[in-house]
């Protein structure tokens, strides 16, 4: 017998299309609104591939669960694993047709190089998140108070309606090749991304805490509404 990373059931999380694995574990635990949490305090709400790797995992449960008796509301591992490479796939394909438009407006405008890096160098932080998931809290925050300190955040952007648009932290004016007011744009979203890095220099990349399905369907969405904003304010783009 093999002792399952995984209990033969999963519990529906909200928005989200896939359930949330039940690890085989003592010192792992979720709450409704399928928080997960780590007795031991190695990491905060670790998910699926940092618990597999764990080697202080506490089994509850020596049972092996066969294919053919996972269905319905029971976890498929198989199936979690073909989806994560499906919405992977998607993002590869999003970043490869942004890039090709970006190489045709470069051709109708040699001055847009600077566009075309800018738009690639997005694309790729919004992928990172997909595929590494969001950088944890404390480096959030790292991020954040540096932002908040900076001469170059905007906040309360008027926008063509005259009404005035917020955010929490705000955007970023400093070069980064974003458009400020960009919802996506917003630095309460750019920040969690792991390879955005600080047009002036004043913090780095970070590591992702690991592959989220939320994750990645929120960078998906992110990056078909971005690429259609950063090309509609391309000049040679009619």
Known sequence: MITNPVLPKAMPCKNSAINLPIINCSYWSTDGDCKTNCSLKIIESPDLNFCLKCDKRNPIENSFVKPSEIKNNILDLKNLEENRKKYTEKIEEKIKESIQRGHEINKKQQ?????????????????????????????????????????????????????????????????????????????????????????????????????KVEDTIDSVKGIIKSVKNLLGKDPSNK
């Open 111 to 211: 001055n847009e190089k600077s566009f075309l890096e800018k738009t690639t160098t997005y694309l790729k932080a919004e992928s990172s998140q997909a595929t590494q998931g969001k950088i944890s809290k404390e480096n959030f925050e790292k991020r954040k108070e540096i932002c908040l300190k900076c001469e170059y955040r905007a906040n309360d952007i008027v926008q063509k309606n005259g009404q005035p648009l917020h955010d929490t932290i705000g955007w970023c004016k400093g070069g980064c090749g974003c458009t400020v007011g960009n919802p996506r744009a917003a630095l309460s979203e750019k920040l969690y991304m792991p390879t955005l890095r600080c047009p002036k220099g004043k913090f780095a990349e970070e590591k992702g805490e690991g592959f």
